[in-house]
């Protein structure tokens, strides 16, 4: 029995202290920088969000750094950030894991979750089988696929967390995963992967999988795709986190393909009526070039699903979908950002409790944090926009906030921070 665990939050519906009608950054000092990375064996350039635990940890991964040179900057890292404790004011950050780029994986750019006993999951960009040719980077060098990775929790508090690669992507089966994973009520794993699968140019188009824990406790995973995007009406490039709702369907985006362009889709997949058949996937909208939704869907308290894309009308939308009686989804893009400030949304939003949307903006000089407020039917947006000051502000926010304790919200910047400013942070907006 392992005696730590982390239980995740989510804190998709706490209430902020400020009110519907205050704005949104009262001052300045409500944006604080619980970390600042230094590029070494600490982590550089954190591009995925973050999850919280029961306690007010903070845990996440860094694209590179990790002090493994086999990857020129360090093969990334999965790291704890724990809230000031004993008299102190600093938050300390602890590195789980320091990837090596060999079997183990290397370059998780996807956020990681837990499961009930504290473990971590989550996926690599490459790294893993390096018997197979299916993935190459620009020299023509093999990087490998790519692989799903457990975490598991040291059975005494402060010691070593331990890898184990629950599958590595050898192409055919899916290639290069940019997102997180999901869990659903059974203890499945659910993800997506930029290519592999059919082929549609290059490396294939990308899959949706599923990973079936063991019957037995340290038995193998079942992997299997459930979906292989064709690259037509289905979509194809989901650089996406995928959502469940209460009857375990799934829904996510891509950037390519659909019916009105190619700027990507939203899509909904069906588990099979009976076990060992075939998911079923619906096209639910098709975005017109250049929208390309990086970002997954969320539910808000009706039903009606909300994302982003980072490039609809240019410069980046949040968008709903609301589903009908005959089973249709109709799309409203409630907000297009605008080039006067910060633009290109990239993490899906969050809403509080009062169905206030949040999230960050990687566009303009530094990027900003956004929130969208419904004035009678109007959305209403307002912007704290980061300053060009990289060697001490948090600059290019990619992934999605997350509610923590004290009800502040936290992300990630990949830039900002140490290293001259190019090294990333962990940031935290207080209410």
């Excluded at 590179?64 to 938050?91: A, D, I, K």
Aim: negative net charge; aromatic residues 10%.
């Amino acid at each position: 029995m392992k005696s730590r665990k982390r239980i995740v939050i989510v804190f998709t519906s706490v209430l902020l202290a400020a009110t519907c009608s205050s704005p949104l950054w009262a001052a300045e000092a409500r944006v604080q920088v619980p970390y600042k990375f230094k590029g070494g064996k600490d982590g550089l350039g954190p591009q995925a969000g973050l999850v919280v635990d029961s306690f007010g940890n903070l845990y996440g991964t860094t694209q590179l750094g990790g002090g493994n040179y086999r990857c020129q900057h360090g093969c990334g890292t999965v790291f704890e950030l724990s809230p000031p404790g004993n008299g102190s004011n600093s938050w300390t950050e602890t590195v789980l894991y320091r990837f090596t780029g060999k079997s183990d994986g290397a370059e998780p750019l996807g956020k990681v979750i837990f499961d009930a006993q504290g473990n971590l999951y989550g996926t690599t960009y490459a790294g893993g089988d390096f018997n197979s040719q299916a993935c190459m980077n620009s020299l023509g060098m093999v990087t490998a696929c790519g692989v799903v990775f457990e975490l598991s929790a040291p059975a005494v508090p402060g010691g070593a967390w331990t890898e184990t690669v629950l599958h590595s992507f050898v192409g055919s089966d899916g290639a290069r995963p940019n997102a997180g994973l999901t869990f659903d009520d059974s203890g499945n794993l659910y993800g997506t992967t930029t290519a592999g699968g059919t082929p549609c140019g290059g490396p294939g188009c990308g899959v949706v999988f599923e990973l079936s824990p063991p019957l037995q406790p340290g038995g193998e995973w079942t992997y299997a795709a459930i979906h292989e995007f064709t690259g037509g009406s289905d979509g194809n490039l989901s650089f996406a986190d995928l959502t469940l709702d209460a009857a375990q369907n799934l829904y996510g985006t891509t950037c390519g393909g659909g019916d009105n362009g190619g700027g990507g889709v939203v899509f909904e997949l069906s588990p099979p009526l009976q076990q060992g058949g075939d998911w079923t996937e619906t096209t639910l909208h098709s975005f017109p070039i250049p929208s390309c939704p990086h970002a997954g869907v969320v539910f808000d308290s009706a039903s009606n699903l909300f994302g982003t894309t980072s490039g609809g009308n240019n410069l980046g939308t949040v968008f709903e979908l609301s589903p009908s009686s005959n089973g249709m989804w109709t799309e409203t893009t409630i907000y297009s950002f605008q080039s006067l400030s910060a633009d290109s949304p990239e993490g899906a939003p969050v809403f509080d409790r009062l169905g206030n949307i949040y999230g960050t903006l990687h566009g303009g000089t530094c990027g900003a944090i956004y929130r969208l407020v419904n004035h009678e039917g109007v959305w209403k947006e307002s912007q704290y926009i980061f300053p060009n000051q990289q060697s001490s502000q948090p600059c290019g926010p990619i992934g999605a906030l997350v509610f923590g304790k004290g009800n502040a919200l936290y992300g990630t910047s990949v830039e900002g921070g140490g290293c001259s400013g190019f090294c990333g942070t962990v940031f935290g907006v207080l209410p």
